[in-house]
């Protein structure tokens, strides 16, 4: 919890004034998540501090708040391309990259639980940067970094907007941005690295080296090309369901809902459509295998 508030406080995230009349404050919560490697290690305990955006007002604290990713057959895409080219496929992670976006709406939020300021307790905090939680968090993100890509010589893709392209002589530098984590191929080493020093630059980044796991994807590179593996989703998925299965009744329905497991991981659509003789899962199953993923 230290360590979240002195990052906030370094970025100079907000600054403690009287609340104006006819304005409100959103509270604000501790959200505390534990990060785990692709072996299902615990790597770390974090706590984010959270805005609870859920009282926010439209046209009042917030407006627009889309933010594009990058699709997951983009990234498939990516990976294909570099596999194809021969090019090894990096990842970097922006530290609490949401502090970073710059809000244009004005923001109160209340002080953090357990850190509210000795003598001060009837005052708020006017945010400058936004916090996770915010409606409007992950477009000013996007934005803050849209712009500082374009600003090192970037052109985002017309047709993905999470996808953008530097090319300098005869080399190309490919970058997919999912949120907060960035993955980087190209055809020079080089550019590679000075893409990776220019961020070091502008934000607090994590460089995770080669890519090994990405959105629940593991990856394997190796001379020989690209491997995608779903082994730890699959034993998520068996894991999470086992009771469920068990609890279906009939071996019939078992063998629907064991089926229909199968169709997710390998993304078939054929899951919609259920089927007597031996189709995907009954509809009543449906919606919680998907909230999964």
């Given amino acids: 919890m230290e360590e979240e508030l002195t990052s906030i406080r370094d970025n100079d995230t907000w600054e403690i004034t009287t609340l104006p009349n006819g304005q409100k404050s959103i509270g604000l919560k501790w959200v505390f998540k534990t990060k785990r490697d692709p072996e299902g290690n615990i790597v770390k305990h974090k706590a984010r501090l959270v805005a609870k955006g859920y009282v926010q007002r439209h046209r009042v604290d917030f407006n627009k708040v889309?933010?594009?990713?990058?699709?997951?057959?983009?990234?498939?895409?990516?990976?294909?391309l570099a596999a194809e080219e021969g090019w090894d496929i990096h990842h970097m992670d922006v530290k609490s990259a949401f502090l970073n976006g710059d809000l244009v709406e004005e923001v109160y939020v209340s002080q953090p639980p357990?850190?509210?300021?000795?003598?001060?307790?009837?005052?708020?905090?006017k945010l400058k940067k936004a916090l996770y939680g915010l409606r409007q968090a992950p477009r000013a993100w996007n934005f803050k970094l849209d712009q500082s890509l374009s600003s090192l010589g970037f052109e985002r893709s017309p047709t993905e907007h999470a996808v953008y392209k530097r090319v300098v002589g005869d080399s190309i530098l490919l970058v997919g941005v999912y949120v907060d984590d960035l993955l980087i191929t190209g055809s020079s080493g080089v550019e590679v690295n000075k893409f990776k020093a220019q961020m070091k630059e502008l934000f607090c980044?994590?460089?995770?080296?080669?890519?090994?796991?990405?959105?629940?994807?593991?990856?394997?590179q190796t001379p020989q090309?690209?491997?995608?593996?779903?082994?730890?989703?699959?034993?998520?998925?068996?894991?999470?369901?086992?009771?469920?299965?068990?609890?279906?009744?009939?071996?019939?329905?078992?063998?629907?809902?064991?089926?229909?497991i199968f169709l997710i991981v390998i993304g078939s659509n054929d899951i919609f459509s259920y089927?007597?003789?031996?189709?995907?899962?009954?509809?009543?199953?449906?919606p919680s295998l998907i909230s999964i993923l």
Avoid: N, W
């Fill in 66 to 80: 889309f933010a594009p990713v990058a699709r997951l057959e983009t990234v498939r895409l990516l990976i294909a």
């Fill in 114 to 125: 357990g850190f509210v300021i000795s003598g001060e307790e009837h005052k708020v905090l």
């Fill in 205 to 220: 980044m994590s460089d995770l080296g080669l890519l090994t796991y990405y959105l629940g994807i593991e990856v394997s």
């Fill in 225 to 260: 090309g690209e491997c995608l593996s779903l082994s730890k989703q699959i034993d998520y998925l068996s894991t999470t369901y086992a009771t469920m299965v068990e609890k279906a009744g009939s071996e019939h329905v078992q063998a629907h809902l064991a089926k229909s």
């Fill in 275 to 286: 089927k007597s003789d031996g189709g995907a899962a009954p509809q009543q199953f449906i």
